[in-house]
């Protein structure tokens, strides 16, 4: 799967739940693959990785709109070249 199709995926799951009965369980589950992503693609440091676990405190839906929104942000950034860092495992 491309990395862009990752990140889509995560994106329409974080709809998904904002437009039906939200499931706090495949809540926790969604916050925890989209930190993952994140941390992947950009680093435990990066911006966008930084703010999305800073949501944790934040309301489920805010947090779900505001990761979604993160998401976008970090696919143009991956689209536009930006390297994603080495793995080390």
């Known amino acids: 799967m491309s990395v862009e199709q990752r990140i889509d995926n995560l994106i329409e799951a974080g709809w998904y739940m ?3 009965n939200f499931d706090p369980m495949a809540f926790q589950s969604w916050r925890r693959r989209v930190l993952e992503c994140l941390t992947d693609l950009l680093g435990p440091d990066h911006t966008y990785s930084n703010h999305f676990k800073h949501l944790r405190e934040q309301n489920e839906k805010m947090s779900c709109l505001a990761g979604s929104g993160i ?10 070249g930006c390297p994603a860092p080495a793995r080390h495992d």
């Open 71 to 80: 998401l976008t942000a970090a696919r143009e950034q991956v689209a536009q």
């Open 18 to 20: 904002l437009d039906s």
